[in-house]
């Protein structure tokens, strides 16, 4: 009996061990069976390349979307991860006790404060700030990537981080010892080491920029059209969903469905490709 | 023009200390900004009466109370599946095959945008489930958005716990539910309280999850088959559309509080935890 009860037991946790792959694999598929009807009706091609994004007209084209996904996420990457990494130095490296116990919970901070606010906030300082510096109607590729910049900064920081602190401490005492000063320690030792590990922490910096939504549907201005520059308002793959899904039905609600595919198809290969990089240490 | 090692020390130094006040400053303004604003607007009325004329006045109660609703369905259904799935991954398999699909689909999960957690729920909870737009589809959401945190976390609580609790129960005779439950459960529970309460942070600030499957109804609810608005929900409609800039800034600035709250809490249990020797 006893023996029986410990396999029952195994059996019940393996179960609720498949609760995390069960859920990935409904996700996927609803998101694909409502999705893929429209892509197969406008077509591939024309659906991802389609330049004119009109609903009411039966134009589905995403382009302008993913252009726009791609450069708001590219400058919050330019912007955020020189600071981010720097930081995550600053902690594992140069802060003493006291600092370090202040700033680590600070971020930790900055990563659950409501990505709404982020937005409101943007929207109050950095908008204007645009606006009257720089030109434009604020609302912008720009505001969106100084939005996305701060808002990515804990989750690599704190990953950069660990890895910069897992390195053995041998490292760090042979360079000292070859009379490195600290700076070119890091930098010719520590950071090369630690290299997959910041490495990863960026791709999944950069998969959190590209899935926000809120924060950046408040700053971006959300205009469907190609950005002539970064002063010029875009719309990106989750703000056309975050708009659009509350009064859409039909092929155009289908179409939202379809934009949540290629988001989701980004976003794992930009994760697929963290793993990869963080296992082949 | 070579720059001295010196001069290279001072220059790494000085810009690696600016970007950390950087990052200070920046959540600084942010926090203070929003409470400076909001705080005066946080009265017993705002808190106790439910909105009024879309939200430009009365309260936030019939909101606050969706959020707890939405927050306390997310969290009991996600933590049973979290933490049983951290003792699997743990106690009851070698790393192979099964832990590596576990891993990688829990590590994926994790990667999802929460805009397309709001598809999903929309489509399965509300449509294919027929469960409307309620606290009950949100919080399903919400749950399925939160599982991967609650099982790295736990995940992590089981694995600090010496492995000599767990000879000492095998050794008295004790199964290996007995030794789970009672040995190994009772050390980690400090360390899954953690991954829970981030879980709690977590759904408190979500939207755009929740805006495709909770709706946005400003009545009380009723049950947890009602509709409702959750707090960031409520903010978001609030700035967005322009309908109250004040009650905008006093619901953001109970969000932050909360947050900060949930936030100190977390660190707490961490501190003791680090502090009793784990």
């Not at chain 2, 899954?192 to 309460?197: D, E, F, L, P």
Request: proline letters at 4%; aromatic letters at 10%; one cysteine or more.
């Amino acid at each position: 009996m006893k023996i029986n009860k410990e396999k029952i037991s195994g059996t019940i946790f393996l179960l609720i061990a498949l609760s995390a792959l069960s859920v990935l694999a409904l996700i996927t598929v609803f998101i694909f069976i409502k999705g893929v009807p429209i892509i197969a009706k406008v077509g591939f091609f024309d659906f991802v390349f389609g330049m004119v994004w009109d609903p009411g007209n039966g134009a589905f084209g995403i382009f302008p979307m993913i252009f726009g996904s791609v450069t708001v996420t590219l400058g919050a990457a330019v912007l955020g991860v020189p600071i981010a990494i720097c930081c995550s130095i600053f902690l594992a490296e140069f802060a003493p006790a006291v600092l370090s116990n202040i700033v680590r919970p600070a971020i930790q901070l900055l990563a659950a404060i409501p990505s709404v606010v982020y937005g409101f906030w943007g929207l109050l300082f950095v908008v204007p700030a645009i606006r009257n510096h720089l030109g434009g109607p604020g609302l912008s590729i720009l505001a969106g990537s100084i939005i996305l910049a701060i808002m990515i900064l804990p989750t690599i920081i704190s990953i950069a981080e660990v890895s910069l602190l897992s390195l053995p401490r041998h490292y760090k005492e042979g360079a000292y010892a070859l009379g490195l000063t600290q700076w070119q320690t890091i930098r010719s030792v520590l950071l090369p080491a630690a290299k997959s590990g910041i490495v990863a922490a960026i791709i999944l910096g950069i998969g959190r920029a590209i899935g926000e939504t809120m924060a950046v549907i408040m700053v971006l201005g959300n205009a469907v059209a190609i950005p002539q520059s970064i002063l010029d308002p875009a719309r990106t793959l989750t703000t056309n969903i975050g708009i659009e899904m509350g009064y859409a039905s039909g092929d155009h609600q289908q179409a939202l469905f379809a934009t949540g595919i290629v988001l989701l198809v980004i976003v794992m290969i930009l994760n697929a490709f963290a793993q990869y990089v963080t296992r082949r240490k | 023009m070579k720059i001295s090692s010196r001069t290279a020390q001072r220059i790494a130094k000085t810009l690696i200390w600016a970007s950390a006040l950087f990052v200070i400053v920046i959540l600084l303004a942010i926090i203070i900004f929003i409470l400076i604003k909001g705080v005066p607007e946080i009265s017993w009325q705002f808190l106790t009466e439910i909105p009024r004329n879309m939200g430009r006045s009365g309260g936030i109660s019939s909101s606050i109370v969706g959020t707890l609703l939405v927050t306390a369905v997310a969290v009991i259904i996600a933590t049973p599946f979290g933490v049983g799935t951290a003792f699997y991954l743990t106690e009851y398999t070698r790393e192979g095959k099964v832990t590596r699909i576990i891993r990688f689909s829990a590590e994926s999960l994790s990667g999802i945008p929460s805009i397309v957690y709001g598809l999903f729920g929309f489509i399965f909870f509300v449509m294919y489930l027929k469960l409307g737009w309620s606290i009950l589809s949100g919080g399903l959401t919400l749950a399925v958005m939160i599982l991967p945190t609650i099982i790295r976390t736990s995940e992590e609580a089981i694995r600090t716990v010496s492995y000599q609790y767990r000879e000492v129960s095998f050794s008295l005779g004790g199964t290996k539910w007995q030794t789970i439950t009672r040995a190994v459960f009772p050390s980690a529970v400090r360390g899954i309280a953690v991954g829970v309460i981030l879980g709690i942070g977590r759904c408190v600030a979500e939207t755009a999850a929740v805006i495709l499957t909770a709706g946005s109804a400003l009545r009380m609810p009723e049950s947890i088959f009602s509709p409702t608005r959750t707090m960031a929900e409520h903010f978001y409609i609030l700035a967005r559309e322009g309908i109250s800039m004040e009650k905008a800034y006093g619901t953001a600035a109970l969000l932050i509080i909360i947050i900060f709250i949930i936030n100190v809490v977390a660190n707490m249990l961490i501190n003791r935890y680090v502090a009793k020797g784990h």
